[in-house]
């Protein structure tokens, strides 16, 4: 298994309990449209990954990420 | 062609929806007279104002009514300028003597409103590069001010000191940053837990803006408010505050031990870009600051309205914003924007005027009837607001 697979696989598994439509979740996912979420959902998701993976995604980063799979890179790439 | 008013469409609907309902709308009532600090004439009827903000009840205090007057004649209607070319009057350096007093601080600045008082200073204070650490309910002037700045914005759960602490720790400890708190947040009435939020930011090089806007002249020893209260106003870097609440006006300030905070006049741009308030204003603000720093009676009094609406709210089976009473505000949780409506309505015919708050103003999509007591109120008034929360939430069928 590569090791992006592997992020989006963590990532799945941290999405699993906030996605309460049973959404299939993939790349092209996005977090607004197809999971649905408010902001308040959107707040408690990103402090479950910031605090999974120790980092910080700023107000100013989550503007750019729309999909899974967009976080799945912005998390790769904030963890170095 | 787009119509750019399309994006607004759901918000119409609902708010059409609601209307057909047959409630009265609202958000657009409209106070015909105003008889004191805690009686309105609204459509007609004698309405005990209980959603105002006006926690000291400044706004007919005959010291400050008489100061504006005099201050009308002398120095006229406007000062047509900004703060920086012609709109300087000596008004507006007594009010910053008088907050400079009132906080024990070196340097005061006001500004046309506190909600440009937290635009300019959060927008100009935290830059490219840095970063504003801030609680999620903190108030819309305060995310206005994030957003008009370029600095990285990291929200954290509200009141959350561990949630804090785990941001912080995070960070570059290089970088600049900011974390901006409020001593009370006025939807749900609670006051937030500045000792141990204050001492987390501080231990890792944070700058600490304490917004106190609902607490002025009401919490702390002196008024000074929660951070006051809590023993931890000499940590803060910067208080945010307005003349809107407790001072009884209208107005913005913030007022700061920084030793370079002089500078902000020349680069705050809702500072510089606006003109100054009006002398009559000005005059009334100082007056009412002054005497604010000595009102200990009615502080404590406001206290007693506080215990008691809080207290028999819950005893007649509301469901409230806050377990203890922490303010002035004291925030009934309805089931739904219907009911709440329909309960607000109610209230307002038979003569109690309340706030309704509904999302995106409260958190987690809560409507809510918020009240806010009045130092003012008397004891009688209280107990006269409970009946007629009774019958009002019996009626639309809120308690049983």
């Not at chain 2, 002249?217 to 208080?239: C, K, T």
């Amino acid at each position: 298994m590569t090791d992006r697979q592997t992020m989006f696989d963590q990532i799945a598994t941290l999405i699993e309990p906030f996605n309460k439509k049973g959404v299939t979740v993939s790349d092209a996912a996005t977090f607004q449209h197809d999971l649905e979420w408010d902001s308040l959902t959107v707040m408690d998701f990103v402090a479950a990954v910031e605090d999974e993976f120790d980092i910080i995604i700023t107000m100013n980063m989550q503007a750019e990420i729309e999909t899974v799979g967009q976080l799945v890179d912005a998390v790769i790439k904030l963890r170095g | 062609m787009t119509d750019l008013f399309s994006k607004f469409d759901p918000l119409i609907q609902q708010r059409e929806g609601l209307l057909a309902t047959g409630v009265r709308d609202p958000f657009s009532l409209v106070m015909d007279e105003v008889k004191s600090p805690t009686i309105a004439v609204c459509n007609g009827r004698e309405t005990i104002l209980l959603g105002t903000y006006n926690y000291m009840g400044m706004t007919f205090d005959d010291d400050v009514l008489a100061a504006g007057k005099e201050a009308l004649d002398t120095f006229g209607a406007g000062t047509t300028g900004s703060r920086v070319l012609n709109g300087t009057y000596q008004g507006h350096k007594l009010v910053e003597e008088a907050l400079k007093e009132f906080y024990a601080m070196d340097h005061a600045m006001v500004f046309s409103t506190g909600y440009q008082a937290n635009l300019g200073i959060i927008s100009t204070i935290a830059g490219k590069g840095d970063y504003i650490i801030l609680d999620i309910d903190s108030h819309a002037s305060i995310w206005d001010g994030c957003k008009m700045g370029d600095a990285e914005v990291v929200p954290f759960k509200h009141n959350d000191v561990e949630a804090l602490e785990k941001r912080l720790k995070r960070l570059p400890p290089e970088a600049g940053k900011l974390v901006i708190l409020e001593g009370v947040y006025s939807m749900l009435g609670d006051i937030a837990p500045l000792k141990e939020m204050i001492a987390v930011s501080k231990a890792h090089g944070a700058m600490v803006l304490v917004d106190e806007a609902h607490s002025m002249g009401f919490i702390g020893p002196n008024g000074r408010g929660v951070a006051e209260d809590q023993g931890m106003l000499d940590q803060v870097d910067f208080v945010i505050g307005t003349f809107s609440k407790s001072v009884g006006t209208v107005g913005g300030f913030c007022v700061s031990n920084h030793p370079k905070f002089e500078i902000m006049r020349l680069v705050c741009r809702p500072y510089v870009f606006t003109a100054s308030l009006p002398p009559t204003v000005m005059a009334a603000s100082a007056t009412s600051i002054r005497k604010l720093m000595h009102a200990g009676n009615k502080r404590a009094h406001l206290w007693e309205n506080s215990r008691r609406l809080h207290g028999g709210l819950k005893a007649l089976g509301f469901d409230l914003g806050t377990d203890t009473p922490q303010s002035a505000i004291i925030a009934v949780i309805m089931p739904d924007l219907e009911r709440g409506a329909a309960m607000w309505e109610a209230l307002l015919n038979n003569g109690l005027y309340v706030n309704l708050a509904r999302p995106p103003a409260t958190p987690a999509g809560m409507t809510l009837l918020r009240c806010s007591l009045c130092a003012e109120h008397t004891a009688d008034q209280v107990e006269d607001i409970l009946t007629r929360f009774e019958a009002a939430g019996r009626a639309v069928g809120i308690i049983g």
